[in-house]
């Protein structure tokens, strides 16, 4: 049985192993940097790095990396041994100051979106002392942001950091005004719920969508798939459990805080929630997490899908992004609190996130924006592409009344006034939960439902994080210059919730009524990521990374390119594996069915037995017409994807989603309808019933 205790952090870096091996003073600074994020003394790099090497030799490392997360999507690293030469053939383990604080990885093959050329390769990666080193298949891996040779960002962690260092500065400056000159720093906090796929890899061994796109092009849907409601919550399956298992160890090993695990709605589909911790911090366990998923899964004979729709027909996957703001003093800053002078300070904070997620909705959406998530997007297990608040009903009526200057009645009729004494106490959360809201306030955090179960958290915070300092910003330098604090206090708010209150929609977000509703109150709905994407750089949205130096406007620019292009290369290779499919498989397999019939109808010719009307010249009819009509869209698709012609990344994105997804989609329909009337036996692939039930 493990034992939790000794196990959890057995393989991290942490402040208790900090603590024991470092000097006091060293441990101080350092632990300053982590819990401030302050810039790293130097004075300390030596000493840290030599305790840091002698840890993880002692604990079987026998090399180290750089951790990071280019913009490709996934997590990168290139292995330095500790091993270097010494006098007479000798060797000797070495891990410098340098090793530690800075690194240099070829970045010309990493996305950077037109910011470098490729013949320019140096790229440089520098420590995050804020994310704790950890050791992975015996390597140091030590969190690491990367950029180019010229400082531009080629990663998902620097802008994060740089949002969490807005939104301190300026939540910092509303709280000064509230009197908590205790408080000496806040920070963003998150906490992931991570939802996933298990499949038997022989499965999944034989079928080129899942290698090669991580979802299934086609598969007709089984007779029984989540209708009954019984995977939800239900008994998990001894394999998945021992998975489970396996995993938490793993995990918990690596300081990371696995903390719920239970199957989801769809077959073959759970969920696993880790605590809340700094986001960016949560946005390395989370990525780490993913990885390990997978490793550990293989052991198990099954592999864990993380796309966000690998199935038709059934949910897909998302991971709700819980974010909320805490001070050093261990304050939530949007739990509404029990004492008047709190809940006015509660207010500025939610007004602000109110009034940035109105004014940002088309950046919201962007953060959240890929062609997997596409597919999941307004579907029956996740929130519409409309960007909307939910805030409960009693929370929704005192806003009302503020908006409105009426009286809020609760147990007692009080004036709706913020002063120090004139305001009631809220609600925690004694509201119901809103599953199809994208944005939903849940008693003192909001859980952002949106983003895809494959990408990274990062994007998403650092985009709140700006956005929501831009407003606090806004607020600040109204506030610092008003005569009268509590009445300034009283107007902004007001005034926010009546310029911006149409965001907020407590209803439900599945009902094609609130389509209508939402265009008539002004909100955007962008049903795909091109159309996001064309305002990824609208003017007022380059002003918010730059007034607050989280993008550079070359950076912006490179991300809008990365992103377009990630897009369409996905839809591309999409669909070449779909005809790659059709050509040499599923195509083959049918002609091999369809001769089967035509012997059978030949051999009841032979007897004299009615064949016009017989159930296999039906069948064999349907088959010609479905597989012509599959190849006269293979080889329309074949010639749009061979002749393009588009000018630049937008056009590109935009013909992909016009002229090549119709196609796959007809395509889709067709082969799913041929697999349903194709014996068992020649079909080329295992079936939605071997994926989605094929673990015992």
């Known amino acids: 049985m493990t034992d939790i205790m000794k196990t959890f952090g057995s393989r991290v870096f942490n402040d208790r192993v900090m603590r024991e091996r470092l000097s006091k003073d060293t441990y101080e600074k350092l632990n300053k940097t982590i819990r401030n994020g302050e810039y790293l003394n130097s004075d300390i790099a030596e000493e840290v790095a030599r305790a840091m090497k002698e840890w993880a030799i002692e604990n079987g490392a026998t090399h180290f990396t750089h951790w990071f997360h280019p913009l490709s999507g996934a997590t990168a690293e290139k292995h330095e041994s500790f091993v270097s030469t010494a006098k007479g053939g000798n060797i000797t383990l070495e891990f410098s100051p340098s090793n530690l604080v800075k690194g240099e990885a070829d970045a010309s093959s990493f996305p950077s979106g037109g910011l470098r050329d490729t013949f320019e390769a140096r790229g440089y990666t520098a420590w995050?002392?804020?994310?704790?080193?950890?050791?992975?298949?015996?390597?140091?891996?030590?969190?690491?942001?990367?950029?180019?040779?010229?400082?531009?960002a080629l990663d998902h962690k620097t802008p994060l950091l740089r949002s969490m260092e807005a939104l301190n500065k300026e939540a910092m400056r509303i709280l000064h005004l509230f009197g908590n000159e205790d408080v000496g720093h806040v920070k963003a906090t998150a906490g992931a719920e991570q939802e996933y796929f298990l499949v038997d890899k022989k499965c999944f061994d034989k079928r080129e969508d899942l290698k090669l796109t991580g979802r299934t092009l086609f598969g007709a849907k089984p007779a029984k798939g989540q209708e009954m409601n019984d995977h939800y919550y239900g008994s998990i399956k001894t394999r998945v459990s021992e998975?489970?298992?396996?995993?938490?160890?793993?995990?918990?090993?690596?300081?990371?805080?696995?903390?719920?695990?239970?199957?989801?709605?769809?077959?073959?589909?759970?969920?696993?929630?880790?605590?809340?911790?700094?986001?960016?911090?949560?946005?390395?366990?989370?990525?780490?997490t993913m990885e390990i998923m997978k490793k550990v899964a293989r052991k198990h004979g099954l592999e864990c899908l993380l796309h966000e729709k690998p199935f038709a027909g059934i949910n897909g996957s998302g991971k709700h992004n819980n974010w909320s703001l805490k001070t050093d003093t261990g304050i939530n800053l949007l739990d509404p609190g029990d004492t008047p002078s709190e809940n006015a300070q509660f207010l500025i904070f939610l007004c602000a996130v109110i009034k940035a997620i109105d004014e940002y909705q088309d950046l919201v959406?962007?953060?959240?924006?890929?062609?997997?998530?596409?597919?999941?997007?307004?579907?029956?297990?996740?929130?519409?592409?409309?960007?909307?608040?939910?805030?409960?009903?009693?929370?929704?009526?005192?806003?009302?009344?503020?908006?409105?200057?009426?009286?809020?009645?609760?147990?007692?009729?009080?004036?709706?006034?913020?002063?120090?004494?004139?305001?009631?106490?809220?609600?925690?959360?004694?509201?119901?939960?809103?599953?199809?809201?994208?944005?939903?306030?849940?008693?003192?955090?909001f859980e952002f439902r949106m983003p895809g179960s494959s990408a990274s958290i990062s994007t998403p915070n650092t985009i709140l994080n700006t956005v929501i300092a831009q407003e606090l910003r806004y607020f600040a330098d109204i506030l610092e210059n008003a005569d009268d604090l509590n009445k300034a206090i009283h107007e902004l708010i007001v005034d926010t919730l009546k310029k911006h209150s149409r965001i907020i929609f407590n209803g439900n977000g599945y009902d094609e009524a609130w389509v209508e509703e939402a265009e008539r109150r002004g909100l955007s709905n962008y049903h795909s990521t091109p159309e996001a994407l064309a305002h990824y750089l609208d003017e007022k949205n380059v002003k918010v990374f730059t007034d607050n130096q989280v993008l550079t406007e070359s950076e912006l620019h490179s991300r809008y390119e990365i992103y377009l292009e990630k897009y369409y290369k996905t839809i591309n290779i999409e669909a070449l594996t779909m005809m790659d499919m059709l050509k040499?498989?599923?195509?083959?397999?049918?002609?091999?069915?369809?001769?089967?019939?035509?012997?059978?109808?030949?051999?009841?010719?032979?007897?004299?037995?009615?064949?016009?009307?017989?159930?296999?010249?039906?069948?064999?009819?349907?088959?010609?017409?479905?597989?012509?009509?599959i190849y006269a869209d293979l080889m329309k698709m074949e010639k749009l994807l061979n002749e393009k012609d588009c000018n630049g990344s937008l056009e590109t994105a935009f013909f992909y989603l016009e002229k090549i997804i119709p196609l796959m989609r007809s395509i889709r329909t067709n082969t799913d309808a041929l697999e349903q009337i194709t014996a068992r036996d020649c079909w080329p692939m295992p079936s939605y019933l071997d994926l989605l039930f094929g673990i015992d």
């Open 365 to 445: 959406r962007i953060s959240i924006s890929s062609a997997g998530n596409d597919h999941r997007l307004g579907a029956s297990e996740a929130p519409p592409a409309i960007v909307s608040i939910y805030v409960g009903d009693e929370l929704r009526e005192i806003l009302e009344s503020l908006e409105k200057e009426t009286i809020y009645t609760s147990k007692e009729r009080i004036p709706m006034q913020i002063g120090v004494h004139g305001i009631p106490s809220f609600p925690k959360d004694n509201t119901d939960r809103n599953r199809t809201s994208p944005f939903a306030f849940t008693g003192n955090k």
């Open 128 to 152: 995050d002392p804020t994310s704790y080193a950890f050791i992975k298949d015996n390597i140091l891996c030590i969190p690491t942001v990367f950029c180019s040779y010229s400082g531009e």
């Open 243 to 288: 998975f489970m298992k396996d995993l938490n160890e793993e995990l918990w090993s690596l300081g990371i805080q696995a903390k719920t695990e239970h199957n989801e709605v769809a077959p073959a589909q759970h969920e696993l929630a880790n605590n809340f911790l700094t986001v960016n911090v949560s946005a390395d366990q989370n990525n780490l």
């Open 584 to 629: 040499k498989d599923i195509l083959p397999a049918a002609q091999v069915y369809e001769k089967r019939l035509s012997d059978t109808l030949i051999e009841m010719q032979k007897l004299n037995l009615p064949v016009l009307e017989s159930c296999d010249m039906k069948t064999l009819e349907k088959m010609v017409q479905l597989k012509k009509d």
